[in-house]
Structure formats: C-alpha cells, structure tokens
C-alpha cells in the first residue's frame, strides 16, 4: 500500500538526536533521511518540538520528538536546514558568557534516542577552530562535564535567589490587582453604578500599592534580572504612577468619584491580571497557550481604552487644576514658577506620543511570538 504521510498514531517513532555544544551555541543531528519540506518545527526559549515525515530506522513513517531544555535558548538567532541525510540545528544559547551546560535537557531522564555527537564535539579550550573529527570518549567528556559543572555551582544559589525574588514580586502583582479587579467588579453587581463614587475608596489602597511596587520592574530591567526594553517600561510606570499619585489624588472626592476613575482602574487591572501570571510562569518555565494568547492579544483593545481614559480624566480634571493652583509652583511674591495646570496640557501630548511608543513596543512583542509560535526557527 502507498504510504501517502498519514500514519497511525501507534506508529510514530522517535529519531535518533545527537547533540554537541559551544560556550554560545547548540548543535542538534536528526538522523532522519527524505525529511519532508513542510515539516513541523516548533521551538521557543525553553522547547524544542519535531514531527515530519522521513526515513529513519524505521523505514519511512512520521517521527517525532520533544525536548525541554536545560537553559534558555535565543529562538530568534537560531536555525535549522534540512538535509538529504539529516536535519541539523543550530541553537543559540541565551545565556552567551555561561560556561558549558551540564546536560541538554531540563530533567535527568536517560533518552534512548538521545546521544552525543562525538564527532562534533570540541574541547572548549582547544585552539583549534575546527572540529575534533576523533572526539572524546564517553568518560572523558563526563569528567569535562563535570568540571564545568562546579564552576556552574557558585552561580546556582545567585539564580535561585533571581528565580523566588521574581516569583514572588509577579505573584504579589497579581494578587493585588486580582483583589482590585474582584472588588471592582463585585462593588458594580451589588450596588450597580452607584458604586462609582465609591471606587477611589475601596481599592485605592490597594491600587497605590501595587503602582509603588511597579517601580521595581525599572530596577529589573536596568540589573537585566529580567529582559526587556527600558524605555517602554519606564514610559508605563512613571504614566501610570503620575496618574495615580499626580492626578487622582489630588484632585477633590468630587472628580475621584468620576466613572472615569472606574473604568481606567478597571482596564488597569485587567491588563495586569493576565501579565502578572504569565511572568510567573515564565520563571518557572512554564507556559499555559491560553494565558500566553492573551498576554499577547488583549492589550490590543484594553491599551487603547486606558490610554483614552487616562487622556479624559487629565481633560475632567483640568478646570480644578487652572482654578486651584494646585501642584503649581510660586514664589513669595506670588509669581508661578512652575504652572501645573500648563504642564498637564504638555503632558498630554506625551501621552499621546509614549502611549504610540508603547504600542510600537507592544506590537513587536506580540509580531516577535505569534511568528515564533507559528515557527520559531528560520530555515537556512
């Protein structure tokens, strides 16, 4: 019978893999002859997945693996190319100034399939740029393993500590603003939209909170415990914090209790409830398809929305701020140094221009993983 590439589940088989390493890169064999162009790649920081159809030990069938790995992988930089005889990769470590990873995976589960590339393997301290075509034998490459590896151990406690310091931070986050949107929401259904003049008091506390903690997220990028841009993060902070502490209280209870206050605080922490648990999970390596989804899709409406809301209530609150001086600056004599009012008339136009960078910014995070997950390495 003709086998026209659909195969029973029950049939599909595991290739061989070989693998070999660089301080910086990844070197992945798939002993795999015939591959099919339209094969299915998938990889991202922390997994590669392969399923296509080819010859193999098993004569031709689909084969497919998964493997999870050790440490990060720069998805972006990396490649692929397949071969008459092979599929080979080259995975670019994140991580570029680390030492040699102790294994390639993240468990210590023996693979069968999983093997090292002899041939291509290279002492790190060889001269010689070429590849070792005799290569070392298996206990020898175990003992230069394990040499790298105590050299790996100081820096396991540092990024233990990075790992719960994070954790932590992502997950306090959430639970503040989880506690804000719940209450939001639970104030609406019980007391309808009289509950709008009571917003700024019942979550106003909570929300300053969770907007001081932000600051932290500056420090983060600047020590790159985490990565990132540092502009799009400091525009997001410092807006949100100016609204907050600059505009909302300053103003008197009659504008805090605007339904404008409501709604911005409301698109506030419905943002940060999907952000928050994404990056938790994202320390641990984990990732949930939904919550990444809408990490990625849901700033395309709420951004927007908050943006405007923030705009209008600089534009509610103007008339108080022009009458009352407030924030202004004076000399004794009663001269204005420094005319508030006139600032926050300045102020939204970099509103307008910071939130265009920050959707710039947006955009490319979400054009940068929805390619990737589609196919995170780029043929040669």
Known sequence: MENNGVTD?????????????????IYLNVDLKNVRKDADIYLDTDTLRVKCFGRGAR???????????????????????????CINFMLMKLDKTCLYWSRLTEDTIKKQWLKIDFERWRNEDSEDSSLDTEGPDEDTLRNVQKERQRGQDDTTFIDNVKAFYLFMYNMMQFIL???TMCVLLLGVVMYGKGFYSDTYYAVGNTIQLAHLMMFLEIFNV???????????????????????WGIIRQVPDTLKED???????LTWSTI?????????L?????????????????????????QFLEG???????????????????????TCIFPFYLFLRFYLLTLIVGGFINLRHMYKQRSKKMRSSKRRVKSD
């Open 222 to 244: 600047i020590l790159k415990l985490v990565p990132g841009a540092l502009m799009p993060t400091v525009l997001q902070v410092l807006g949100r914090n100016f609204m907050l």
């Open 282 to 306: 994202s320390v641990v390596r984990k990732e949930l398809k939904w919550l990444t989804w809408l990490r990625y899709t849901l700033w395309i409406p709420l951004y927007p929305i908050g």
């Open 272 to 280: 940060e409830c999907v952000r928050y648990p994404f990056y938790m």
């Open 259 to 265: 339904a404008t206050v409501y709604y911005m605080l």
């Open 312 to 334: 209008l209530y600089i534009i509610i609150s103007l008339p108080y701020f022009d009458t009352s001086g407030r924030l202004s600056i004076y000399t004794d004599d009663g």
């Open 59 to 85: 004569g031709e069938n689909v084969y497919q693996f998964e493997l999870n790995f050790f440490d990060g992988i720069d998805f972006e930089a990396s490649s692929y190319e397949i071969k008459d005889l």
């Open 9 to 25: 589940p029950a049939l599909v088989l595991t290739p061989i893999v070989r693998w070999a390493q660089r301080n910086d890169k």
């Open 177 to 179: 603003y989880m506690i």
